[in-house]
């Protein structure tokens, strides 16, 4: 037994050597399918609770064109959650399961959306900032070794990309506009820009999963190798909005060929993650009383399923 298993181990990381995508009824090592799911849940998590602080400005939003380009993107986020689960599906977890380990506070969504959105600005830092580092993310997850996941990434990557651009002409408009625009503009920055770089995860000497991921090729790059990718990316957009960012120790390194930056804050980061942060409550409260009150919606439609499979039988 113990003979099969290897031989089926040595054949399932072959393939993914020889990048041919491992699809729902393949063989896979139990830890690859938990690890996945792992991933994918969080993911799928993160997409429907960042709805959330986004949301709440919905009805505040300047004009009606910042509304609708706004209700649009939030919608997008739902989309994002639904392929992500389905997909998460094909690996024999229910959806019903997924949803009960994230009320129940057993599974983890991205620590970003513990943050409030406390000024119009907030919109465009979490479209230039919080999107940039998903996409930096994500575009290398199109090709994750695992099919179902890397096929829905391609249609969220192509959508984040219109969010960030987004976020970006939001800060571009208050970076030519009044003083207080400005200023605001500036204090969102402020508060957004070392969560966002929290975004990619520990550094890689404290990470627990990022070496077997990649050796399976669900990741592509490491943590710290996205969180400098994005560093560097960052610099010349916040030169042309004429926006500092809050790091005294980012500057040019020669010998490298990229930007050093100071140490991040990972005491914060922790104590985000084990839900101790600004809306750590808030989040998972909205998303129960949305799941309770939501009830009779999954009834309904589950009801309607029911009675067109009778229909055609």
């Known amino acids: ?7 089926l181990a040595d054949h399932f990381q072959a393939k993914v050597d020889a990048e041919v995508k491992i699809e729902p009824k393949d063989w896979m090592p139990e830890k690859y399918r938990k690890t996945l799911i792992r991933q994918i849940s969080q993911h799928a998590h993160s997409e429907v609770v960042g709805m959330l602080p986004e949301g ?9 064109r910042r509304k609708a380009a706004l209700l649009a993107k939030v919608q997008d986020e739902a989309g994002h959650g639904l392929y992500l689960y389905s ?9 019903d399961e997924l949803v009960d380990q994230l009320l129940e506070g057993k ?13 119009w600005a907030d919109i465009g830092s979490i479209g230039w900032l919080v999107d940039g580092a998903a996409i930096m993310n994500q575009v290398m997850l199109t090709r994750a070794s695992y099919g179902p996941y890397a096929r829905a990434m391609v249609r969220i990557c192509k959508e984040e990309s219109f969010h960030q651009r987004q976020g970006y002409e939001i800060l571009l408009t208050l970076s030519k506009g009044t003083d ?13 820009w070392w969560p966002a ?47 500092t960012l809050p790091d005294p120790h980012l500057k040019w390194n020669e010998e490298r060929g990229h930007f050093d930056f100071g140490d991040i804050d990972w005491e914060e980061f922790w104590e985000v993650v084990k839900g101790n942060g ?3 409550r808030d989040r998972l409260k909205a998303r129960r009383k949305a799941h309770e009150e939501g009830a009779w919606v999954r009834d309904a439609a589950m009801a309607y399923a029911g009675k067109r499979v009778e229909s055609r039988e």
């Open 1 to 7: 037994m113990n003979a099969t298993i290897e031989n």
């Open 56 to 64: 709440n400005w919905i009805t505040r939003a300047p004009s009606l």
């Open 87 to 95: 997909a998460a599906e094909t690996l024999g977890i229910s959806r």
């Open 107 to 119: 599974a983890k969504y991205s620590s970003i959306f513990n943050y409030p959105t406390l000024s």
């Open 180 to 192: 207080e625009q400005k200023a605001m503009l500036q204090e969102s920055v402020n508060r957004w």
């Open 197 to 243: 770089l929290m975004m990619f995860g520990p550094n890689d000497a404290e990470s627990t999963h990022s070496e077997q991921s990649m050796k399976w090729k669900i990741k592509r790059k490491s943590n710290d190798e996205l969180r400098q990718q994005f560093i560097d990316a960052c610099v010349g957009q916040a030169e042309f909005l004429n926006v």
């Open 278 to 280: 600004p809306c750590n």
